[in-house]
Structure formats: structure tokens, C-alpha cells
């Protein structure tokens, strides 16, 4: 926000030079992005302040809001205008009417009307006062608007009264597919989502937003209504994100205004246009909805303040500081104070949110970093340091850290049922096509690719450990997973889960057992036990998932169990040292039927090769007619190693035979040369 220092200095007794004043801002909760000199013709008339708000604070996205905080950090007066309002002899509830049929969304709505106005440019000081920061100047009925909107931060908005069809106002909902040309000459579509201000046929203005093309001042105005409203902010918002329509009305509505200035605003607003424009104001105001709500009243401890400070400030003090911020203290029980919280300070809700207040205004400067307060270290969670090692591993894998959102359609939902049958189903969903809370990370993982693609990156390696939602009692519990998706296929991907286990130390804890699945391709697919219950799930995707999501190639894909995995990983790693002595390797080739599985020729050599046994490891597998039918070739090796002397070949022999014994016995195994 742009603030002119001469500008701020109308509403206080401002001795501050402009190098202390921005010196002095920072402090009081201001950041300063920038100090910049305003000229007219070469001659420099103001400094302008490029100021930085938290979104905390909309009372400060106004000169007055800056005045106040001034104000009371230097310890003089604020000084708010007087307003002389002189109006007409007609009412307004004569000329024209105001219907308010959306109050959720619009929770006050004020109109006046103000007839005989000359449309002309505005004075040279009011035209200043808009240039310096940053403004262009239109007319004086529409500089006026923009004036007092920068001067209190209530947005407010002029129509041609003699335009509006009907001479009414009606606060509505857009009709479904409803379109308006708003003030910059672009067309947008409206949704029934969206808040309008229309007469009595079309819409006139996208309220909080943008007013309209049809209905804006020109200089053929004689009779203007003038708006002062307050609208949802959620509802801002989203109207403005989905037309890609900002404005500075939209940009303070989205943050809330204060209640009491709808009133002041356009009272402050009609006296200005009378004055300059020569209007004359309707008596009274079209009215509909509540204006403000009675003020909050917190009980305040000057002695918690002081302790959570960690510095002894005086209760009188207290309460001054608290009362030139605008606040209305009064005594309360006990040495406590009863703390009224004015309507331009609604973001105050709480004691601490006072005693930040008291933090502020004493000056984070004076308070001593050294207080009586008790810090303690908190050592690491295993979960966070697991989690943490797991995420450093997947990256230095090669996999990139997905993030998706929880909530899918329900149909997708209840087609992954790795870790739950029920789908929890929200009753007030933020996307009505995606009500269901998520049963896996893979169907997200696999829009991420498909997101990829359709960006000119098809091949990619992802990965997510966070949350999915199972279904007990009829209430939603929730089960941490790590997924992973590789387009280099089933075997890199294994290999990533069998670099993840040895780092957890559970390499020769875990088992692969096939598996079907209907949304893995047959014979692609496996369960990954540890004892007796099912750890993970690997496997290709079927080409029918993979058409459901518009994939050109078929990407593996895993999901952890990660809270059954915390139970039994091993962080606590030790060094062990280099092996010192060498290896024998023997490489075997055994065909089987086709339907026992790599796990189970693994598990089998294993154990069969004894104590020296260092690895197992797959080479490859074989289909063809040299096999014969049912049947397949796979090729293996066998690592082995002692740790207290060289192997003889006898003995790397005798391991061998009694693996392909094994082998032979129990899976009907016979050698190929």
C-alpha cells in the first residue's frame, strides 16, 4: 500500500522527518518495501511510504488506519474529519428501493442518492492526492470514491442512478451462465456462486469486485446512487480468483472491513460530492441488513502480560498503551481490565492476542531476549527423523516429493481398497466432484504424471508420505503411507524398495509374494509381507487404470504402510566395515513352472546356501519355445562370503548343490546350462 506523508499528516500532529519516519514504521508493524519522491513539474511537493501489511491487519490498508498507529506511537492525538452532511428536501426511501436477496453473502447494504452533480475533473488537491500514490484521476464523483476509500479503507461504488432500470438494487446471486461487461471492457461469465448487484433486469456490478460498463459514471451524469456495503470475504475471494478480477475494493473486502465505517464512509463520501460536485443529498439512506455488531469486550491481565513478556510494564501502562491503539479499557475484578475491542480491530479475539498488542506498542526492541522463561530441548521424534531419512533417501533416489490434496471422486476411492473397503465421504465437500477423503496416495500420484505429460515432462519418478483415511466405527482414522510411482518400470522400482528396507534395516526381514489386483497389471503384482501382515504393494498399473487417467505408458507403482514400518525400522545404524576378504559368485539357471514366483526361489536359495550367504540376487527371466510351454528360465546368482577366511570353491560347490537340491525337491526345479 502507497501512504503520502503529507497526506498522513492532516490526520495527527506528525513532527517526524521522512527518514524517521521510515525508520520509525518497521517498529510498530509496517514494513517499508520502498521511500519514493512524488514531483509536479519537477518540483518535489510529497514523499510517498511503499508500504508491506500482514493480511492480519486490514485496518491499515487505509491513511487513517496508518495515522492511528502513528498516533499512538508518538503519543499526540488523531484527528479523524468532521463530517457536514447538508441534504435536500427529498428522502431517499422516495426515489428508490433496495432489495438484499443474498444475506449470507452480504451481510449490510447502504445506498444514497445524490442528484444534480456536475460531472467534472477534480480539484488540483484532490487530483494530487491520488497521483502521489499512484492512482489516475477519472472524474471528481469517481476520485471521490477512490479518495475515501485509501482515506478509511471502506471500498464504495457510484452508479447512474437514471441507468439503473426499475431505480431499484437488487443483492443477488448471478443466474447460471449470466454475463456482464465490467468498467474495463472485459466480458465475464458469472456462476450462481458469485454476488451481484443488479437493477431490476441484468446485473450492474460484480459486488466487492468490479461495477459495471452499462452503468458507470460519464459525464452525462446527473444523479448518481452511491454504494456502502459489506460483503463475505470468502466469497470476495473466490469471485475474484475464478474472473482473474482485482481491484483495490476486492483486495480489502477479501480482508475484511470494519463494520462501523459502511456508514461513515458514505456519509464521509456524499458531503465530498456535495461539496465538490455540487450534489444534493437525499435525506437518510436505503438500508438493508445489520450494520455492526456490539463490540467484544476480553478481560485482560496486566500481570500476564508482564509475564509472558518477561519484562515488568507498569498495569497503568498498560492501559495506555492499549487505549491509544483505540481500544476502550475499563476496570475489571481482581486488578484486571475489561477490554472493549473496537470494530476496526476484529482480528482481537483473545488475552494474548492484548498482550501482543501491549508487545508492540512497548517496543520488541526493549523487551530483553534473556527472560525468565523456561526453554527446553525437545529431542527428535522417531517418526520425524524416520520420515525425514526416508524422504532424503527417496530424493537421492532420483524421486521427486509429491504433494496432492486429500480429497478425490468417491468412485476412486472405493476402487483402492489396499488399506480400507469403506470410503469416508464428506457432507460439505469444497469440491462437490471430489467429496471422498482418500483410500490411497496412487490415484494422486498418478494425476501428478498425467499433469506432467500434458506439460512436456512424460517421464517421471514421485513420491508422497502423508496421510490416507480409513473407515472405523463409522468415523474416518488415518494411516500414514509412502507411495511411489516409477516410469522406468517394476524392476527399478523394486530395486528403490529394496534400497529403502536395507537403509531401514529390514532387507532380509521383508518377502515379495504375488498378488492380484484389479488395478495392477496380472502377473505384475506383489504383496510385500513382513511376518505375517502385508507391508506394501507393488506393481505396474493395468491398462485399464491407466487409460482411466489418460496414460500413454503403464508407470510402477508402491504403497508403504509407513506406521507399520515405524514399528520395525532401524535408525540406530552402526558402522560396519569393509569386508576384508573376496566373495564367490556362482551363477544358476533353473526352469520352473510358470507360476512359482522369483520370492519363492529366493526365499528357498537363502536359506539353502547357509551361514556364508551374502545376497541372492535376480539376474533374469525367460519365456520361449526353447522352454517348452508352462515353463520359464531364471537366471540368479549366489554371493557368498566368510567373515574369518577365504572361501574354497569346494565349499562354494557343496552351497550351490544344496540349493539346486532344494530347489529340485521342492519346486520340481531343473538346472539349465
Avoid at 502423508?466 to 522406468?488: F, G, H, I, K
Avoid at 524398495?497 to 532380509?508: I, K, S, V
Avoid at 488395478?519 to 504393494?537: E, F, I, S
Wanted: charged letters at 25%.
Amino acid at each position: 500500500m502507497n501512504v503520502s506523508y503529507d497526506w498522513l499528516a492532516q490526520y495527527g500532529e506528525l513532527d517526524l522527518s521522512e527518514k524517521e519516519l521510515a525508520l520509525l514504521l518497521p517498529g510498530i508493524g509496517m514494513e517499508v518495501d520502498a521511500v519514493r519522491e512524488f514531483t509536479v513539474n519537477g518540483i518535489l511537493v510529497d514523499t510517498v511510504f511503499e508500504l508491506e501489511m500482514t493480511a492480519n491487519r486490514p485496518d491499515l490498508l487505509s491513511t487513517i488506519g496508518v495515522a492511528r498507529e502513528l498516533a499512538a506511537a508518538t503519543g499526540t492525538p488523531l484527528k479523524i474529519p468532521d463530517i457536514s452532511l447538508r441534504c435536500g428536501p427529498h428522502k431517499a426511501e422516495t426515489l428508490g428501493t433496495v432489495e438484499l436477496d443474498a444475506p449470507d453473502l452480504c451481510p449490510h447494504y447502504t445506498a444514497r442518492i445524490i442528484s444534480d452533480v456536475t460531472i467534472a475533473p477534480s480539484p488540483p488537491w484532490l487530483r494530487q492526492r491520488l497521483e502521489s500514490i499512484g492512482l489516475r484521476p477519472v472524474n471528481n464523483v469517481v476520485d471521490i470514491t477512490n479518495f475515501v476509500l485509501m482515506e478509511c479503507g471502506q471500498p464504495l461504488h457510484a452508479f447512474d442512478f437514471d441507468k439503473l432500470r426499475g431505480r431499484k438494487i437488487v443483492v443477488r446471486r448471478a443466474r447460471p451462465a449470466e454475463k456482464i461487461t465490467v468498467i474495463d471492457g472485459s466480458v465475464h461469465q458469472l456462476t450462481d456462486q458469485m454476488l451481484v448487484i443488479a437493477d431490476a433486469e441484468l446485473p450492474t456490478a460484480i459486488a466487492g469486485v468490479m461495477g459495471g460498463l452499462d452503468t458507470e459514471i460519464s459525464q452525462s451524469t446527473s444523479t448518481i446512487l452511491l454504494e456502502s456495503a459489506r460483503f463475505l470475504p470468502a466469497n470476495i475471494r473466490r469471485t475474484s480468483r475464478a474472473l482473474g478480477l482485482s481491484s483495490d475494493s476486492s483486495y480489502r473486502f477479501e480482508r475484511s472491513i470494519d463494520p462501523c465505517g459502511v456508514e461513515w464512509g458514505s456519509r464521509r463520501a456524499a458531503a465530498m460530492i456535495a461539496d465538490i460536485a455540487g450534489g444534493e443529498v437525499a435525506e437518510g439512506f436505503l438500508e438493508m441488513g445489520q450494520g455492526a455488531a456490539q463490540e467484544q469486550v476480553v478481560s485482560f491481565r496486566p500481570e500476564r502480560a508482564s509475564r509472558v513478556l518477561g519484562v515488568e510494564i507498569p498495569a497503568a501502562q498498560q492501559r495506555t498503551m492499549l487505549e491509544r491503539l483505540g481500544f476502550h479499557v475499563a476496570d475489571g475484578p481482581h486488578g484486571s481490565y475489561n477490554v472493549r475491542i473496537p470494530s476496526f480491530r476484529l482480528e482481537v479475539a483473545r488475552e494474548i492476542d492484548l498482550i501482543e498488542e501491549v508487545a508492540r506498542a512497548y517496543g520488541y526492541d526493549k523487551i530483553p531476549e534473556k527472560t525468565r522463561m523456561r526453554v527446553r530441548a525437545v529431542p527428535a521424534q522417531t517418526f520425524d527423523d524416520t520420515s525425514a531419512r526416508v524422504r532424503d533417501l527417496c530424493i537421492s533416489l532420483g524421486f521427486s516429493e509429491a504433494r496432492t490434496s486429500s480429497f478425490i471422486a468417491t468412485e476412486l476411492a472405493a476402487r483402492f481398497t489396499t488399506w480400507t473397503p469403506e470410503v469416508n465421504v464428506i457432507r460439505n465437500p469444497v469440491n462437490a466432484e471430489e467429496p471422498a477423503l482418500r483410500t490411497s496416495l496412487i490415484p494422486q500420484l498418478l494425476r501428478a504424471k498425467r499433469h506432467n505429460a500434458n506439460q512436456g515432462a512424460p517421464d517421471v519418478t514421485l513420491f508422497e508420505l502423508s496421510r490416507v483415511y480409513q473407515r472405523s466405527n463409522d468415523s474416518p482414522s488415518e494411516l500414514t503411507c509412502l507411495a511411489l510411482l516409477d516410469d522406468a518400470g517394476f524392476r527399478s522400482l523394486r530395486g528403490a524398495l529394496d534400497a529403502l528396507f536395507d537403509h531401514l534395516g529390514l532387507h532380509d526381514q521383508v518377502t515379495y509374494v504375488a498378488r492380484d489386483d484389479a488395478n495392477l497389471a496380472p502377473g505384475r503384482a506383489a504383496a510385500v509381507m513382513l511376518a505375517d501382515h502385508r507391508l506394501a504393494v507393488i506393481g505396474e498399473v493395468s491398462d485399464e487404470l491407466a487409460r482411466l487417467f489418460d496414460l500413454k505408458t503403464r508407470p510402477a507403482v508402491a504403497e508403504i504402510d509407513f506406521d507399520r514400518l515405524m514399528t520395525v525400522a532401524n535408525i540406530d545404524r552402526r558402522h560396519r566395515p569393509l569386508p576384508k576378504l573376496p566373495p564367490v559368485r556362482r551363477d544358476l539357471c533353473v526352469v520352473v513352472d510358470h507360476h512359482i514366483s522369483w520370492a519363492e526361489i529366493a526365499a528357498c536359495a537363502r536359506a539353502q546356501a547357509g551361514d556364508c550367504a551374502e545376497s541372492v540376487a535376480f539376474m533374469s527371466e525367460y519365456l520361449g519355445q526353447q522352454i517348452g510351454p508352462g515353463k520359464k528360465a531364471i537366471a540368479f546368482s549366489v554371493t557368498l562370503r566368510a567373515p574369518d577366511r577365504t572361501l574354497t570353491g569346494e565349499e562354494a560347490d557343496q552351497a550351490v548343490r544344496r540349493v539346486a537340491d532344494a530347489l529340485r525337491t521342492q519346486f520340481g526345479a531343473t538346472l539349465r546350462g
